[in-house]
């Protein structure tokens, strides 16, 4: 049974509307870092869903819900950090304003 570690999503600018940014693709994965940083000039709203396989996001699979960001500010999410994902799980995120955090994630894949 390898492990992986990975950079399970690479470093981009979040969205204003629910998006997928990870799928546990024929893994089981283990989130150990999970990073958003405000490069905007105003405070940003943030919240994260992990789901199981075949589910939307919904509040029954929300963990964080409307982190406010101030500007400048990074936050390392430790709500986040430990949770695993089956196969076929995602990690889905909304932010209040579009292009204004960066989030980055590593962890383990276990195929």
């Known amino acids: ?21 990870y799928v ?25 869903n992990l789901t199981a ?6 509040n029954s699979n929300l963990i964080v819900k409307a982190r406010i960001l101030q500007p400048g500010e990074t936050y390392t999410f430790p709500e986040i950090v430990g949770h ?11 932010a209040s304003a579009a292009a204004a955090v960066n989030l980055r994630a590593s962890g383990r894949e276990i195929s």
């Open 1 to 21: 049974m390898p492990i992986i570690a990975a950079n399970i999503i690479p470093a981009k600018n979040l969205e204003n509307a629910q998006t997928t940014q």
């Open 24 to 48: 546990a693709t024929g893994v089981t994965t283990i989130i150990d870092k999970f990073t958003a940083t405000n490069f905007s000039s105003g405070m940003v709203n943030v919240s994260v």
């Open 53 to 58: 396989v075949g589910e939307g996001a919904a």
């Open 84 to 94: 695993t994902l089956p196969s076929g799980g995602t990690v889905s995120t909304i």
